[in-house]
């Protein structure tokens, strides 16, 4: 390898990765590097700046390996950015609500948590690929405000289903799939 390839590919603080078929995909706070399984370097999306398809910062990504996209949360711009897997920007979509997780569905829609006080929904809801509000699935309860959980609660288990751990009830491990949430395991703590 030369000098450049190197650097391209030296990958600073990992912060969150996500595996498809045929990449892992890692997110740094500068970007998300590509490589596949043999460990190769393929690419990598860091379009810091206020230009298009730019962002300011990656709060939290997802894949949508059936549609081969990788969508971005800036929280800075509070927009989702989406890249194909081959690092093409593709749009960007206003989310005009905080969000504090996210996670891409497989047809093309987000499911957003927000567990923060303010005017904006304060628990899960879904929006379409052009950031309208689709449905609420359920509310926090303001009883539950002071609580300060860990930060990363969706895990996909296929491309049609999420994986999510609430707020409110630790102890219940929810699935979303077909526009349904249901209650999938209980754990006894």
Request: glycine share 6%; charged share 30%; proline share 2%.
């Amino acid at each position: 390898r030369d000098e450049s390839d190197v650097l391209e590919s030296y990958v600073y603080w990992v912060e969150d990765l996500r595996c498809t078929d045929d990449y892992i995909f890692i997110k740094s706070r500068d970007g998300i590097y590509a490589f596949d399984y043999q460990g190769k370097f393929v690419r990598t999306i860091r379009k810091i700046g206020r230009g298009r398809g730019e962002y300011l910062e990656i709060k939290k990504f997802d894949i949508q390996e059936r549609l081969r996209q990788i969508s971005i949360y800036d929280l800075q711009t509070a927009s989702i950015y989406v890249y194909s897997f081959d690092g093409v920007f593709i749009k960007k979509i206003p989310v005009s609500q905080y969000i504090c997780e996210f996670a891409a569905l497989s047809n093309g829609h987000y499911l957003l948590y927000n567990y923060e006080d303010g005017p904006q929904i304060k628990g899960l809801f879904e929006i379409d690929g052009d950031g309208k509000y689709v449905k609420t699935l359920f509310e926090i309860p303001e009883y539950y405000k002071h609580i300060y959980p860990n930060q990363n609660f969706f895990n996909h288990i296929s491309d049609d289903v999420v994986s999510f751990m609430s707020l409110e009830d630790k102890d219940i491990i929810y699935h979303y799939t077909n526009d349904s949430l249901y209650s999938a395991y209980k754990i006894n703590t």
